[in-house]
């Protein structure tokens, strides 16, 4: 029995010291001469294997399902302005389109109404002017004569200048008024101012203007005059027209008034 055991010893050293030499990390397990072998020494681990190619390119996958839409981004900010591009160029002229026929003259229509009486084709006016002082009371002042190209119009007449009446501590009352040939106005009514002054010793040498419209006067030469005199219920007074200043008759000649 002893020497059986000694027996397998003997082998597996031999089968041990046969790894060793031929470097093989393993041993067999099997038996020798009848004698279960001792498990031997692991092995020292091998080096790693070179990589290898790459595989084939496999089959492209199913389109994936739309995902949900994202939110709206932000506004940007407005870009600059660019520059004024080139003029285009002029396109081609187009043909002349053949003249159309001319339609048959209508029927002529009625008469309309008449119309109101016209007057000349220009203004019909006139002005005379001085620089002189009188100092007249009673009578007349500055005459224009005028000539009235229609009898169906009207006459504006104005009269400028300075007017003034003067009595130191009491009443008294100046009238300048129009004549036409001689006549004053009666269409509608005169045309006339008055300067009147109360107990005071002022001496109001002052520019005033009095006009108006008359009716009712034949065309041809009209003889316009201005006038002083005494006011209605008062007697004569100190009166002066024209002091310092120029005096001026203005004349124009209007269409009939509205009705």
């Known amino acids: 029995m002893a020497s059986s055991t000694l027996q397998c010893l003997f082998a597996a050293l031999i089968l041990f010291l046969h790894a060793v030499e031929s470097n093989n990390p393993k041993s067999d397990q099997g038996s020798v001469g009848g004698c279960s072998g001792v498990p031997g020494i692991p092995g020292t681990p091998g080096h790693n294997g070179l990589p290898g190619r790459d595989g084939l390119k496999g089959d492209d996958g199913m389109k994936g399902a739309k995902g949900d839409r994202g939110d709206k981004g932000a506004t940007g900010k407005t870009g600059p302005k660019g520059s004024l591009g080139q003029r285009g160029s002029m396109g081609p002229i187009g043909i002349k389109g053949e003249k159309g026929i001319k339609g048959n003259l209508g029927e002529r229509g009625e008469p309309g109404p008449q119309g109101e009486n016209g007057t000349a084709n220009s203004i019909n006016w ?23 190209r229609h009898s ?15 009595c ?21 009514m005169t045309i006339e101012g ?18 108006g419209f008359c009716e009712n006067i034949p065309s041809g030469s009209i003889r316009v005059a201005v006038h002083v005199g005494n006011c209605q219920n008062y007697g004569s007074s100190n009166r002066h027209s024209g002091w310092n200043s120029v005096s001026r008759i203005m004349i124009e000649e209007y269409p009939q008034s509205q009705t």
């Open 194 to 211: 008055v300067v009147y002054k109360e107990n005071t010793n002022d001496n109001p040498l002052q520019h005033r203007q009095i006009e």
């Open 168 to 188: 130191p501590g009491g009443i008294c009352c100046g009238r300048w008024y129009i004549t036409f040939n001689g006549a004053e106005c009666s269409g509608p």
């Open 152 to 166: 169906s119009t009207a006459l504006k007449v104005a009269y400028a200048a300075n007017m003034r009446v003067y």
């Open 126 to 148: 006139k002005q005379c002017v001085r620089k002189k002082q009188d100092d007249k009371d009673t009578g007349l002042i500055q005459e224009c004569v005028f000539n009235k």
